[in-house]
């Protein structure tokens, strides 16, 4: 069945620091691939998307670009702030519709620093 | 447009005892879906529903029953409420257009004692 691997947290950095938070996974067909962001005691907020491969989602400063021949989509921010730490999961849906549910990665917290 | 909404947000249950977790949603969205999340585990999903009337078994759908009578609610049943059970769950919706992303709501946290 369909997988999501991502990076074991947590991740602390400074501020202005780069960020990569890494994400593979494995799935039959063409998956639309997710970036949410949970941050504490709230539920998840969609941070960004890619439908086909080679597409670049961004949003607020981060991106994740689809790469079907390493079957990853990183997420990737040039310089953060103490604002950005929250818990970041990687999604896909299913290439068979999608009516199915996400598949999640177990999710990466994020601590950044002043 | 209050998205998707829960409630309660937090319960406690004793062992054996029974209730109901409410989703709702005003975007008119087909497609909703119940998760739960456990600590360090992502989410894991349990039932879900492509309209009224219509509903299919997630990845842990034991212990739980759903049912969909309308666009807007989705609600959730425990029956026999176990400890395994003690978690956050999450309801989301998405529309039933390509890009498949999800809109879920503030969750309910759970425990089973």
């Known amino acids: 069945g369909d997988s999501v691997t991502q990076m074991e947290g947590p991740v602390t950095l400074s501020e202005e620091a780069f960020l990569t938070i890494n994400c593979t996974y494995t799935?039959?067909?063409?998956?639309?691939l997710f970036w949410y962001v949970q941050y504490p005691g709230e539920g998840l907020q969609l941070l960004l998307k890619?439908?086909?491969?080679?597409d670049k989602g961004s949003n607020k400063g981060f991106e994740a670009t689809y790469r079907k021949e390493t079957t990853s989509f990183h997420l990737e921010k040039g310089s953060v702030q103490v604002s950005d730490s929250a818990v970041y999961f990687c999604?896909?849906?299913?290439?068979?519709?999608?009516?199915?549910?996400?598949?999640f990665g177990k999710g990466t917290h994020l601590i950044i620093q002043p | 447009n209050a998205g998707v909404t829960q409630t309660p947000k937090f319960r406690i249950l004793k062992i054996g005892q029974s209730m109901t977790l409410q989703c709702a949603q005003d975007?008119?969205?087909?497609?909703m879906y119940w998760y739960r999340q456990d600590p360090g585990m992502g989410l894991k999903l349990i039932y879900y529903?492509?309209?009224?009337?219509?509903?299919d078994k997630g990845e842990v759908p034991n212990g739980y029953n759903v049912s969909r009578s309308t666009t807007e609610d989705f609600p959730l049943r425990l029956e026999l409420a176990a400890p395994s059970q003690t978690s956050v769950y999450f309801c989301?919706?998405?529309?039933?257009?390509?890009?498949?992303?999800?809109?879920f709501g503030p969750g309910t946290r759970l425990t089973v004692t």
């Open positions: 989301a919706s998405r529309a039933g257009t390509s890009g498949y992303e999800q809109y």
């Open positions: 799935a039959t067909g063409y998956p639309s």
């Open positions: 890619a439908t086909k491969a080679d």
């Open positions: 999604a896909l849906s299913g290439s068979g519709g999608g009516a199915d549910g996400l598949t």
């Open positions: 975007m008119n969205h087909n497609y």
């Open positions: 529903s492509v309209g009224a009337g219509i509903t």
